[in-house]
């Protein structure tokens, strides 16, 4: 396998980006890499801790696209950027899947523009990992798509339960529509359309999810608009961190919590590492002709590193191709 990696894109790029590609080096040796950005600043990067490596090459990509360009513009002016290198390294079949911390509408844009919708295919959708009481969840869409079709969440519900099938490992999937109501008749007109096309849908659709049980682990994959999908995004991040300081400001609020705290350090140190974003990697934008995870932007090299595995994974469960299939039997 071939992952590309945008060097040049997220908040600590190039230092964390560079790093987190040597570290992903050692979860496997079946793959390689592929660094876009500019060659001597990357050269100078492994330079500095030390790495050498016949598994890594570098594409020279003097250009970057920052967040605050408009998306479609940049693709198509900066030919030479770190994010189109890599999307047109996906695109030409060079590597077998994408890694990006960067411009989140520039990915999509390029993407689409580059890589290309698998035929069919009508959105491609972004579908984080979230954590939940019981285990993993997928939540598609959290952006891509802020206007959608009762269709669109229909290919949404067959492309997640594809991902988690495949890259994550659970048979059957259960799949939830995020709904204001658990029965078939509330919702707007989007969620009760949606409704009826998700119980006419090859997967294992369980019904509408309210928001109080997002995070019960009674759902694997949950559907719903980008617009809606990320607001649970940012509220669960901000829930997450909030309780966390929340719950370290009581604990050393008086001598004898403090006392518990430390007992209990281990403990709060587990929960802390189920609810990192960093445990996860990124979100898989699924409905393109290819493997791409997009990074949060403000990636350590851990969190890349773990996105590289993801994308690894991803190639392994030959993601694309179980899609394509699917999407064909669900339009026959």
Known sequence: MKIVVDV??????????IE????????????????TGDESTIMNGLKEIGHFSDRIEIVHAPDVIGCDEVPTVAIR????????????TLASGEADAFVSAGSTG???????????????????????????????????DCGANIDCKPDYLQQFAIMGSVYMEQVMGIKNPRVGLINNGAEAEKGNELTKAA???????????TGNCEARDILTGDFDVLV???????????????????????????LMSDPRSKIGAAISKPAFSRFKKRMDYTEYGGAPLLGINGGIIKAHGSSNAKAISVAIRQACDYVRGNVTSMIKDSIGIACE
Do not use: H, W
Request: proline share 5%; charged share 20%; glycine share 10%.
């Open 8 to 17: 040049f894109g997220g908040d600590n790029a190039p230092d964390a980006l």
């Open 20 to 35: 987190g590609c040597v570290r992903a080096l050692s979860f496997s040796d079946d793959f390689s890499l592929i660094l």
């Open 77 to 88: 002016q900066k030919k030479n950027s770190s994010l189109v290198k890599a999307l047109n």
């Open 106 to 140: 520039a990915v999509l844009a390029g993407a689409t523009l580059l890589v290309k919708r698998i035929r069919g295919i009508k959105r491609p959708a972004l579908a984080p990992i979230l954590p939940t009481v019981k285990g993993p969840l997928l939540l598609i």
């Open 195 to 205: 409704y009826g096309f998700l119980t006419e849908t090859p997967v294992n659709f």
């Open 224 to 250: 719903c608009d980008g617009f809606v999908g990320n607001v649970v995004l940012k509220y669960t991040e901000g829930v997450a961190s909030s309780l966390l300081s929340m719950l370290k400001a009581e």
